[in-house]
């Protein structure tokens, strides 16, 4: 199982524009928000099944104002993947400091059913949550100008939606890291 965060804000990323040969194309954009989605990701992988995909959304929104996921939120995630899968864990996750927190570190100890390795630092090219995230902006989310906030975690949602009924999206990104079930530590 791979994890990861990803942000999207209200500005579209642009996927493909136009214009007449010798005229810059201008992508107009109605206002800059700072308006922002942040979404952890985990890519499940189990010889004989279908690949899944289980994810959560967090708005920013927040009371105490945090625009990111604490390490609250990620073992919240950890604990309803391991009650929808039904089984131990092995979570691959990047050096994010929300993953190294004492408190992140105290509850994975804690618990006899899940097992984290680190990826080496910098290294996105092993990571398929990474393609995922690839496949949601190149996807649905292109060349979108969001009217609302409402509007960005519906596209958003309804994204992880298609990715998530599309076991081959999921396998595909594990393709495109070189890694196969088989070299992925038991």
Request: aromatic fraction near 8%; charged fraction near 25%.
């Amino acid at each position: 199982m791979f994890e990861d965060e990803a942000g999207f804000t209200m500005t579209p990323p642009t996927a493909r524009t136009w214009s007449r040969r010798g005229h810059t194309p201008v992508i107009t954009v109605r206002g800059r928000s700072r308006r922002r989605l942040s979404i952890a990701a985990l890519a499940c992988y189990k010889a004989g099944e279908r690949s899944r995909l289980i994810y959560r959304p967090r708005p920013d929104t927040r009371r105490d104002g945090r625009k990111s996921f604490a390490w609250t939120d990620y073992r919240d995630l950890l604990q309803a993947a391991h009650q929808q899968l039904g089984g131990p864990l092995v979570v691959v996750w990047d050096n994010l400091n929300t993953h190294l927190t004492s408190g992140m570190r105290a509850f994975i100890a804690e618990q006899d059913w899940l097992t984290v390795f680190q990826l080496p630092a910098y290294a996105p090219d092993l990571n398929p949550v990474e393609g995922i995230w690839s496949a949601l902006r190149g996807g649905r989310l292109a060349n979108t100008a969001f009217t609302d906030p409402a509007h960005l975690i519906r596209t958003v949602r309804r994204g992880l939606r298609e990715i998530q009924y599309r076991s081959d999206i999921i396998d595909g990104c594990l393709t495109g890291t070189r890694l196969r079930p088989a070299t992925i530590p038991p």
